[in-house]
């Protein structure tokens, strides 16, 4: 019995490449976020304190505005071109404007070094010195990261995906135990991790530094003929850059350990599911880029129904449980962070939902819309935040509820551009 359902499996894993890929990037996920766990829990309860996490949360979140432009969304460019040639010249183009950026970083965590010493303190203004190395190995990754999906190197991307999550907690711990705790420990750490990613990716990648064919497309004229990613995704991934981090932001002006307790219960549930959306998101991705018209409005249905029936039941536990589990496992100085992870639980059921179906927006040339749609969402939260005279928790419950019923909206707006786009080929 055992032995013909193995049999069946493997022979359904052979007519289904999709399946095979995604189930491949999913292991890494698997094995990296069980192993991360783990390590986290002694991080966090005998190594960093939510202060250490909050204070590193700062320097994180201003990187990250600048992280999501870094390479004015020509990283995603590279899934389209049809050539392999073509989306070389692009990944060398989004590559330039990284390195540019991240110069651009460290000149202004320079010149604002006084402001951010008094509206914030002299350590993030300190941290914030190494924001622009930050910067571009984290959106170089993610550069590379795209050209491997487009290769479908799958068990390179899952290796990696593994790579860089675990050896950042390992060197995080690992350095304060030589001394260097706190914040600090932190960001060199995740620096010093990103870098050995880095490295072992740029081992792999041979193929994409071979010389162009004569005759490719310039990086100037793909820049022109891709420019609907800076000028329309662009705004809209800065848009969701500063929503995000914005709310961080916000949430540690009460204080750096609400951050870190806000930001350790986004990551500990946000993350694995992040990076299962991603796995999914990639592979259906380069689907979505080379499908016929007739097909994209089925797909994202069928997605969709996937995604309901794999999160229901797990995320109603989660809600049940958040409160108590959080600082059983981590250590009572984490109690504030179960109580954000139960009202950041509809928000996050519903990201499980619309994260693989996002790129149709994309793939159809609909940037557009997504562009508007990104203004509300940006909007609602950071109101909520900063406007209304409640406590932390309940403007938090209130942001988790208002951001699911924005992502309800978001689904059916997907599944209505892939209905016109198959429409246009009848037409």
Known sequence: MLKDWIRKKRALLETSPTLRHVLTL??????????????????????????????????????????????????????????????????????????????????????????????????????????GVYI??????????????????????????????????????????????????????????????????????????????????????????????????????????VRMNGIALLIGYSSAASLGAFQTAWTTLEVPIGLINGAIAQVYFQKMAAMERGDLAPLVKDITIRAIKLGAVPFIALWIIAPWIFPFVFGPQWTQAGVFARALTPWLFMQLISSPISNIFVVTERQQILLVFALFYTAIPLGQLFFLPWSLEARVYLMGISMATLLVINVFMAYQVALRYDSETTA
Request: aromatic content about 12%.
């Open 26 to 131: 999913m292991t890494g996920t698997v094995i990296s976020q069980v192993s991360v766990f783990f390590l986290q829990i002694i991080a966090k309860r005998y190594f960093f304190t939510p202060a250490d996490y909050g204070h590193f949360g700062y320097v994180a979140s201003l990187c990250g505005i600048v992280i999501t432009i870094a390479a004015l969304r020509y990283d995603m460019t590279i899934m389209l071109p049809k050539k392999d040639d073509e989306a070389r010249q692009i990944y060398r183009l989004a590559r330039a404007s990284i390195a540019i950026m991240s110069v651009v970083g460290t000149v202004l965590a320079m010149v604002f070094y006084p402001q951010i010493s008094v509206y914030y303190s002299p350590l993030i203004a300190q941290g914030l010195l190494l924001g």
């Open 136 to 241: 571009f190995l984290t959106a170089e990754l993610t550069n590379l990261q795209y050209w491997f999906n487009r290769t479908s190197k799958y068990k390179a991307l899952a290796f990696n995906r593994a790579q860089i999550t675990i050896s950042t907690v390992v060197v995080q711990m690992g350095l304060a135990l030589l001394g260097l705790s706190g914040m600090w420990g932190l960001l060199v750490g995740i620096i010093v991790a990103q870098f050995g990613c880095y490295l072992n990716l740029l081992r792999q990648s041979g193929d994409l530094r071979q010389p162009v064919a004569p005759g490719t497309m310039s990086k100037k004229e793909l820049a022109f003929r891709y420019r609907k990613m800076p000028l329309l995704n662009g705004p809209n991934a800065f848009i969701d850059s």
